[in-house]
């Protein structure tokens, strides 16, 4: 099934039209409506006439995550507060969080995208969506919440936490869908365990999983902990929350939904486009968003896009799995470290376990990175020979991967903290 065959399925040229359009506007709507962007665009002697092609986008100003945190609280809102619908904010740890913003119609937008998500995942109104995403500011449990009811699911709206209730209403209810992070899915399977209830019995046929970073080995774990087929979503508040970008079940990239979220992957370093199929930063404008629209958006999240038409007959683009953020990638002794390439590198062991914390500290001014991870329970107690072993192993994997020494910490099962919501994967002790 394909939610809006129209725009999943339309000619690229003519897509590239419609974007066009959006986007002259979007920018005639911002100079009338943003003091932010209108002060960008006198300086740079902007309106919507200058924009003649796709390629002028170039010419509009990117936007940081910054901006939005110095315009706190309401300073981006291009629409009266009377018209603002709903209002969530980051949790941010340091300085002020980011605000974002809805108007009706951009409730219906999001309604809409997370309906075309869990369709591509291959859910339907027969589904029972049980949706553990976090409910309250973190966008993950109300995207997905609106997306479930447009499509005509019956959504449990469970949030996150309470994985005992969580698994006994899962198996009572028979949950067909479930919707959480990569990492408290996998813990959900353990503590199913613990309670004697087999996942892999479960009548879960469908998850969709996101708001942190997994690997392909992670899915392998998940869907063989599960017995369902394990698929990616993305999205991040600035731009709505879930919905921006979903994968099929080709498992070959996320759809992204650039007739409303329009891409460019960019040279981080020098804000020039990548080629079609390198890695580069997610940089995505908001083409019809009406209480805080964005101008070229700078994600930090880097991945790769191709415009190839898939198999599964969408024609819209796919960015690949985020690869890693511009901001947490750990340079350790110079040398860039993405967790992910470590979470690989892992999976790919016999007797890891995918649960693993990364710490990094400076010792005598030497930046230092302990990997953690945790053994399967039977090798935890096997000789101390054998562990040592499995020790050098991944020791050996890691560095090759890396070009850079790491120290390995074998730990036993179930010591390393689980998460409810996004997996906290590293630790670094160098700053303050
Ligand atoms: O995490 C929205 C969301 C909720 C997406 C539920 C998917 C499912 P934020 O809290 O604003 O929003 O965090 C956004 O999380 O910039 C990425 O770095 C990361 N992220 C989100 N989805 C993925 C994913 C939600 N599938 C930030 N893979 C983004 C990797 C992801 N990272």
Same mark, same amino acid.
């Given at each position: 099934?394909?939610?809006?065959?129209?725009?999943?399925?339309?000619?690229?040229?003519?897509?590239?039209?419609?974007?066009?359009?959006?986007?002259?506007?979007?920018?005639?709507?911002?100079?009338?409506?943003?003091?932010?962007?209108?002060?960008?665009?006198?300086?740079?002697?902007?309106?919507?006439?200058?924009?003649?092609?796709?390629?002028?986008?170039?010419?509009?100003?990117?936007?940081?995550?910054?901006?939005?945190?110095?315009?706190?609280?309401?300073?981006?809102?291009?629409?009266?507060?009377?018209?603002?619908?709903?209002?969530?904010?980051?949790?941010?740890?340091?300085?002020?969080?980011?605000?974002?913003?809805?108007?009706?119609?951009?409730?219906?937008?999001?309604? =809409?995208?997370?309906?075309?998500?869990?369709?591509?995942?291959?859910?339907?109104?027969?589904?029972?969506?049980?949706?553990?995403?976090?409910?309250?500011?973190?966008?993950?449990?109300?995207?997905?919440?609106?997306?479930?009811? =447009?499509?005509?699911?019956?959504?449990?709206?469970?949030?996150?936490?309470?994985?005992?209730?969580?698994?006994?209403?899962?198996?009572?209810?028979?949950?067909?869908?479930?919707?959480?992070?990569?990492?408290?899915?996998?813990?959900?399977?353990?503590?199913?365990?613990?309670?004697?209830?087999?996942?892999?019995?479960?009548?879960?046929?469908?998850?969709?999983?996101?708001?942190?970073?997994?690997? =392909?080995?992670?899915?392998?774990?998940?869907?063989?902990?599960?017995?369902?087929?394990?698929?990616?979503?993305?999205?991040?508040?600035?731009?709505?929350?879930?919905?921006?970008?979903?994968?099929?079940?080709?498992?070959?990239?996320?759809?992204?939904?650039?007739?409303?979220?329009?891409? =460019?992957?960019?040279?981080?370093?020098?804000?020039?486009?990548?080629?079609?199929?390198?890695?580069?930063?997610?940089?995505?404008?908001?083409?019809?968003?009406?209480?805080?629209?964005?101008?070229?958006?700078?994600?930090?999240?880097?991945?790769?896009?191709?415009?190839?038409?898939?198999?599964?007959?969408?024609?819209?683009?796919?960015?690949?799995?985020?690869?890693?953020?511009?901001?947490?990638?750990?340079?350790?002794?110079?040398?860039?470290?993405?967790?992910?390439?470590?979470?690989?590198?892992?999976?790919?062991?016999?007797?890891?376990?995918?649960?693993?914390?990364?710490?990094?500290?400076?010792?005598?001014?030497?930046?230092?990175?302990?990997?953690?991870?945790?053994?399967?329970?039977?090798?935890?107690?096997?000789?101390?020979?054998?562990?040592?072993?499995?020790?050098?192993?991944?020791?050996?994997?890691?560095?090759?991967?890396?070009?850079?020494?790491?120290?390995?910490?074998?730990?036993?099962?179930?010591?390393?903290?689980?998460?409810?919501?996004?997996?906290?994967?590293?630790?670094?002790?160098?700053?303050?």
């Amino acid at each position: 099934m394909i939610w809006n065959q129209e725009i999943e399925c339309m000619d690229p040229r003519e897509l590239g039209k419609l974007q066009l359009v959006r986007l002259q506007k979007l920018v005639d709507y911002l100079g009338e409506r943003s003091s932010f962007y209108r002060g960008k665009f006198t300086a740079g002697k902007i309106s919507g006439d200058a924009i003649k092609n796709l390629s002028d986008l170039k010419k509009l100003p990117f936007t940081r995550k910054t901006d939005l945190r110095d315009s706190y609280p309401f300073g981006m809102f291009c629409v009266d507060l009377k018209d603002v619908r709903e209002i969530h904010a980051s949790s941010g740890t340091t300085g002020n969080p980011t605000v974002v913003a809805y108007t009706g119609n951009d409730i219906k937008l999001w309604s =809409e995208v997370m309906a075309r998500c869990l369709t591509i995942a291959g859910a339907g109104p027969e589904d029972i969506v049980q949706n553990a995403y976090g409910y309250g500011l973190f966008t993950g449990g109300l995207g997905v919440h609106y997306g479930a009811l =447009e499509l005509g699911a019956a959504v449990v709206p469970m949030s996150s936490g309470g994985t005992k209730r969580q698994l006994k209403l899962m198996h009572d209810f028979r949950t067909t869908v479930i919707t959480c992070t990569p990492s408290y899915s996998l813990f959900m399977a353990e503590e199913a365990r613990e309670m004697g209830i087999d996942p892999l019995k479960s009548p879960i046929r469908i998850g969709v999983l996101g708001a942190e970073p997994w690997t =392909e080995g992670l899915r392998r774990e998940i869907e063989a902990a599960w017995n369902m087929t394990a698929l990616d979503i993305y999205g991040l508040s600035e731009i709505i929350g879930p919905g921006v970008a979903q994968e099929c079940p080709e498992k070959n990239g996320l759809h992204i939904f650039s007739d409303v979220f329009l891409p =460019e992957v960019i040279d981080p370093a020098t804000g020039e486009d990548c080629p079609e199929g390198d890695d580069g930063e997610l940089v995505i404008t908001t083409l019809t968003k009406e209480a805080i629209p964005l101008l070229r958006y700078r994600t930090g999240d880097i991945v790769s896009i191709t415009y190839q038409t898939c198999e599964c007959g969408r024609t819209l683009p796919r960015i690949s799995k985020v690869k890693g953020r511009t901001d947490d990638m750990l340079i350790i002794r110079g040398i860039n470290v993405f967790p992910s390439q470590i979470e690989a590198v892992l999976l790919e062991v016999e007797g890891a376990q995918p649960h693993y914390q990364l710490v990094v500290e400076r010792v005598k001014g030497l930046d230092t990175l302990e990997v953690q991870v945790e053994v399967d329970e039977n090798v935890f107690s096997d000789e101390i020979r054998r562990l040592q072993d499995l020790r050098h192993r991944i020791k050996k994997e890691i560095e090759s991967v890396l070009s850079l020494v790491v120290e390995v910490k074998l730990v036993e099962p179930k010591t390393i903290e689980r998460s409810m919501g996004k997996a906290k994967r590293v630790i670094d002790r160098r700053r303050g």
